[in-house]
Nanobody
Framework: QVQLVESGGGLVQAGGSLRLSCAAS????????LSWFRQAPGKEREFVAS????????YYADSLRGRFTISRDNAKNTVYLQMDYLKPEDTAVYFC?????????????????WGKGTLVTVSS
């Protein structure tokens, strides 16, 4: 049974930082590309960042490049999202997703497994 469990969300002031983690089990982690998506209240889910199976390739939503950093540790079966200079508009539930694909990018349809999400709230 595949599980993706996000953690690290919480309440932070604008300008602050958070690091989200997503721990995976039940799959050969190093065979999967990993992505982060987010869904703000009343809005559709949107792509945040993606990383290849090896960690050698990354891709970011244009509006987030430079503030967010995705990374992975295949030895720990964990993917991370470092979020800096947070803004109130970053408030959302953040989901990690895994897909057995070589594609690295905003390809929601190829993600096979999803976590339940972790809430990030950025106060002004």
């Amino acid at each position: 049974q595949v599980q993706l469990v996000e953690s690290g969300g919480g309440l932070v002031q604008a300008g602050g930082s958070l690091r989200l983690s997503c721990a995976a089990s039940g799959l050969t982690f190093s065979n999967y590309a990993l992505s982060w998506f987010r869904q703000a209240p009343g809005k559709e889910r949107e792509f945040v960042a993606s990383i290849s199976w090896s960690g050698g390739s990354t891709y970011y939503a244009d509006s987030l490049r430079g503030r967010f950093t995705i990374s992975r540790d295949n030895a720990k079966n964990t993917v991370y999202l470092q979020m800096d200079y947070l803004k109130p508009e970053d408030t959302a539930v953040y989901f990690c997703a895994a897909g057995s694909t070589r594609l690295v990018g905003p390809f929601e349809s190829v993600m096979e497994y999803w976590g339940k999400g972790t809430l990030v709230t950025v106060s002004s």
